[in-house]
Nanobody
Framework: QVQWVESGGGSVQPGGSLTLSCTAS????????LGWFRQAPGKEREGVAR??????????FYADSVKGRFTISKDDAKNTLYLQMDGLKPEDTGVYYC?????????????????WGQGTQVTVSS
């Protein structure tokens, strides 16, 4: 059973940067789709970015709201997923979760993911 643990959240001013990390308790070699989701107060959890591993290449997907500002990456040797967030805005505030799935495909919907971290808070405020 894979467990994810997020870190790197915090408070920043608008325009600032944060890097979130998410480390798995076991090998995630078979988890070919990893993603980041976020949940703002009073809102549904939404997808932010996901990465599909084809073995010889990756495909990255981003929500329109974060394109050009956020970058998802992974380090297989460390079983770690990252989210580099630049140009942060107040609307980026929320709890950020990493997730993965062991089946084929890389869906946008949160329901498609089986393994979740506990979340890390990101607050963007002046």
């Amino acid at each position: 059973q894979v467990q994810w643990v997020e870190s790197g959240g915090g408070s920043v001013q608008p325009g600032g940067s944060l890097t979130l990390s998410c480390t798995a308790s076991a090998s995630t070699y078979s988890h070919k789709c990893l993603g980041w989701f976020r949940q703002a107060p009073g809102k549904e959890r939404e997808g932010v970015a996901r990465i599909k591993d084809y073995g010889y290449s990756y495909t990255r997907f981003y929500a329109d709201s974060v394109k050009g500002r956020f970058t998802i990456s992974k380090d297989d040797a460390k079983n770690t997923l990252y989210l580099q967030m630049d140009g942060l805005k107040p609307e980026d505030t929320g709890v950020y979760y990493c997730a993965s799935r062991s089946e084929d495909g890389c869906p946008e919907a949160r329901s498609g993911y089986d393994y979740w971290g506990q979340g890390t808070q990101v607050t963007v405020s002046s």
